[in-house]
T-cell receptor
Framework: KAGVTQTPRYLIKTRGQQVTLSCSPI?????VSWYQQTPGQGLQFLFE???????NKGNFPGRFSGRQFSNSRSEMNVSTLELGDSALYLC??????????????FGEGSRLTVL | GENVEQHPSTLSVQEGDSAVIKCTYS??????FPWYKQELGKRPQLIID?????GEKKDQRIAVTLNKTAKHFSLHITETQPEDSAVYFC?????????FGAGTRLTVKP
């Protein structure tokens, strides 16, 4: 069974631009969550999607948004990029919705650099 | 949810020694406490988890203990091996979100 796939793996943007990241969950997993990983800050929860609906949201500004498609694939978008948005963005899938329901299966991440 | 404090941020041990990482939390609604291991350049992977109705759980050389009254939980690794070298993240979750600690970089010296 294929794991969680994230694209692109690496990208460089400049301040003010926007970026879209993609995540394909493990087949059969319907929940997709997104995390931002930065040195010293660890993993910070962005949002969780299930059945094309955002179910939970972390404490990030409205510039960060996402969506989920009917095949469970998810995208996240960051508009008006800032230098501080440079990070590794990790996607994770799980069988059921809810942060406390069980194991998250992470992708390898998309490393975003904002210049 | 509230943040999770994780200590220490770095830990170096000799091969064969034990390693202990501690996390504290403040959200009384937390009911799930997983630990993830992230090797250099790789994705985080779940190594053990515990739910709020259990005080201790063990899986071979790894164990986790939970003290709900004091709101802290710990990861214990015994007989450490060089392949245990990685960053370890604790997390706490309630029904709304999952909060991770800042991570502990464990180095096991052969």
């Amino acid at each position: 069974k294929a794991g969680v796939t994230q694209t692109p793996r690496y990208l460089i943007k400049t301040r003010g631009q926007q970026v879209t990241l993609s995540c394909s969950p493990i087949s059969g997993h319907r929940s997709v969550s997104w995390y931002q990983q930065t040195p010293g800050q660890g993993l910070q929860f962005l949002f969780e999607y299930f059945s094309e609906t955002q179910r939970n949201k972390g404490n990030f500004p409205g510039r960060f948004s996402g969506r989920q498609f009917s095949n469970s694939r998810s995208e996240m978008n960051v508009s008006t990029l800032e230098l501080g948005d440079s990070a590794l963005y990790l996607c994770a899938s799980s069988l059921v919705v809810g942060p406390s329901t069980g194991e998250l299966f992470f992708g390898e991440g998309s490393r975003l650099t904002v210049l | 949810g509230e943040n999770v404090e994780q200590h220490p941020s770095t830990l170096s041990v000799q091969e064969g020694d034990s390693a202990v990482i501690k996390c504290t939390y403040s959200d009384s609604a937390s009911n799930y406490f997983p630990w993830y291991k992230q090797e250099l350049g790789k994705r985080p992977q779940l190594i053990i988890d515990i739910r709020s109705n259990v005080g201790e759980k063990k899986d071979q050389r790894i164990a986790v203990t939970l003290n709900k009254t004091a709101k802290h939980f710990s990861l214990h690794i015994t007989e450490t091996q060089p392949e245990d070298s990685a960053v370890y993240f604790c997390a706490q979750a309630d029904n709304n979100d999952m909060r991770f600690g800042a991570g502990t970089r464990l180095t096991v010296k052969p």
